[in-house]
């Protein structure tokens, strides 16, 4: 299966700060068809998660363009320019391009 | 307005069975593939079953495979997990979603899996 690995675990912020989270993966993402298929999630305490960037960089409809997502093959990248309270929580990577889905174990971003 | 709403959890025995529903609305459910992911008490998101549009394809993790059977309604835009031989790692929230994008999320429902 392949394996996502999110840095840091654990992320301390100041309003207005940015940040960056990593996800590398076990093997590539590159689907054969062309597309890359990974994901960015944000589980907030207490609810279900939501999507916020998908195939990499496009951002879900309704999400602050303060989030972005970068990255090819087995590193990615989502960068939060100016965090906001409301952006607290957890955040995962998502693998759909090869089965079996899996996650990242996830990054908690928490005010410093 | 997406709705999924899931139904049909509580506490059940080990080695016992249960079933869950998810009911979608608000967008059209038999063009999406939909999955069941899990999120057991402070541990991060398990990917649980995958149904493609029609219903004739599945996939399973090792971990349920044999025990979990995922399907789906599409006249009744309701998707349905069978959860059978239940062990204690399955206590749960589990989540109904869209796939291959998660961009659709139900509220969730606990199962719990105790003597």
């Known amino acids: 299966d392949v394996v996502l690995t999110q840095t840091p675990p654990t992320l301390s912020a100041t309003i207005g700060q940015s940040v960056s989270i990593s996800c590398r993966s076990s093997?590539?993402?590159?689907?054969?068809?062309?597309?890359?298929?990974l994901h960015w999630l944000l589980q907030r305490p207490g609810q279900s998660p939501q999507l916020l960037i998908y195939?990499?960089?496009r951002l879900e409809s309704g999400v602050p363009n303060r989030f972005s997502g970068s990255g090819s093959g087995t590193d990615f990248t989502l960068k939060i320019s100016g965090v906001e309270a409301e952006d607290l929580g957890v955040y995962y990577c998502?693998?759909?391009?090869?089965?079996?889905?899996?996650f990242g174990a996830g990054t908690k971003l928490e005010l410093k | 307005e997406v709705q999924l709403v899931e139904s049909g959890g509580g506490l059940v025995q080990p080695g016992r069975s249960l079933k869950l529903s998810c009911a979608a609305s608000?967008?059209?459910?038999?063009?999406?593939?939909m999955a069941w992911v899990r999120q057991a008490p402070k541990k991060g998101l398990e990917w649980v079953a995958t149904i493609s549009t029609s219903g004739s394809r599945t996939y399973y993790p090792d971990s349920v495979k044999g025990r979990f059977t995922i399907s789906r309604d599409n006249a009744k835009s309701s998707l349905y997990l069978q959860m059978n031989s239940l062990k204690s790692e399955d206590t749960a929230t589990y989540y109904c979603?869209?796939?291959?994008?998660?961009?659709?999320w139900g509220q969730g429902v606990m199962v719990t899996v105790s003597s």
């Open positions: 979603a869209s796939h291959p994008l998660f961009d659709y």
């Open positions: 998502v693998q759909g391009t090869h089965a079996p889905n899996t």
């Open positions: 093997q590539s993402l590159l689907h054969s068809n062309g597309n890359t298929y």
């Open positions: 608000g967008f059209t459910f038999s063009n999406y593939y």
């Open positions: 195939s990499v960089s």
